[in-house]
């Protein structure tokens, strides 16, 4: 089944997730669900917020490294690297994003038993991303006011000579709601 992904500035995207009280059968239907619909919008990850619902729960990774957890923490984080950034509730729009290259994150596997997960360079991004998400906070939120701002500059020159439909409406979403 796939679901679908909301898009900024929808308000579920501000809510925070609330967390899960028992790992059962509806659960693990939702993370398979999002599981689903995150590859096929060949994303990294996703947040049950982004689907419109407030489990905290996140999927990750691919077909070979299915990562799927309840009640995510960040529990120890390396030092910091700036790599750009994409969303699939923010389409079209990368981010040069400042992140840990390494973390590490507790949570439930789908039996509800506690895990530890340690994950390095992409993997790692789509984790704070995705903890991000069950927070409420967006790539838009990561960036200075003033970078948020170049970077939209750019793609709206971008946008006038590739015909681009989608993003104007995105962008000016954004500028909107931060005010540049
Ligand atoms: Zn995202």
Known sequence: ???????????????????????????????????????????????????????????????????????????????????????LSLPGIYLPIERAARVKVAGLNLQGKKVIIEETGLLARAFQQELDHLEGILIIDRVPVTVLKEELEKLEKNIVQEQNKIEPILIAAIRREKGI
Do not use: W
């Open 1 to 87: 089944m796939s679901l679908e992904i909301l898009k900024f500035p929808h308000p579920f995207l501000r809510k925070k997730a609330v967390p899960v009280t028992k790992v059962n059968q509806k659960i693990r239907n939702l993370l398979e669900a999002m599981f689903q619909t995150m590859k096929e919008h060949l994303g990294l990850g996703l947040a049950a917020i982004q689907v419109g619902r407030l489990e905290k729960v996140f999927v990750a990774g691919g077909d070979s490294h299915k990562i799927a957890l309840v009640n995510p923490e960040l529990i120890e984080k390396s030092s910091l690297e700036i790599m750009d950034e994409g969303c």
